[in-house]
């Protein structure tokens, strides 16, 4: 499932009936509105522009660190696990044009705060206005973040 470059329509047959979410960029002029998915123990905040998702941050729902294979679960949920690649807490993806469908370039991180953030090219991203926004991990969970994947 690809969850960026999709319409509200097109993910709600897999992520369900959202509810209405604080926009995490903040840039409302520019068409942004976010809504707010609960499935499979996350949460998944998704930001549209013009109705098409540009950006979408994961968290789990009991407040925990993701976990490596977390990680891995949710990207491969954005889209396919091989065409990810890892840098540290960062990563990158891009896909070919393909059947018709465009390419698709977009980023990642995975913040010590215990979310997971990706975003398609060309959108301006501040990555400490965005920590700020997000939750953090709540007491009682995982002491430390995990180690990045590799």
């Not at 068409?31 to 549209?48: D, P, Q």
């Not at 993701?66 to 949920?77: A, P, R, T």
């Not at 891009?94 to 705060?113: D, F, R, T």
């Amino acid at each position: 499932m690809r969850i960026l470059s999709q319409t509200r329509d097109q993910n709600a047959p897999v992520l369900g009936i959202p509810t209405f979410a604080q926009n995490i960029i903040g840039d409302v002029f520019a068409g942004e509105s976010a809504w707010e998915y609960r499935l499979s123990g996350y949460v998944i905040t998704v930001g549209y522009y013009h109705d098409v998702a540009k950006y979408v941050a994961f968290r789990k729902e009991d407040g925990a660190y993701l976990i490596d294979s977390d990680i891995h679960s949710v990207l491969g949920f954005m889209g396919s696990n091989a065409l990810w690649k890892a840098s540290g807490t960062d990563y990158s993806y891009s896909e070919p044009a393909n059947a018709g469908a465009p390419a698709i370039e977009a980023s990642a991180w995975y913040s010590a705060k215990g979310y997971l953030f990706a975003y398609l090219a060309g959108i301006l991203v501040d990555r400490n206005a965005i920590d700020k926004k997000m939750p953090g991990s709540s007491p009682g969970s995982v002491k430390s973040p995990p180690k990045p994947a590799k």
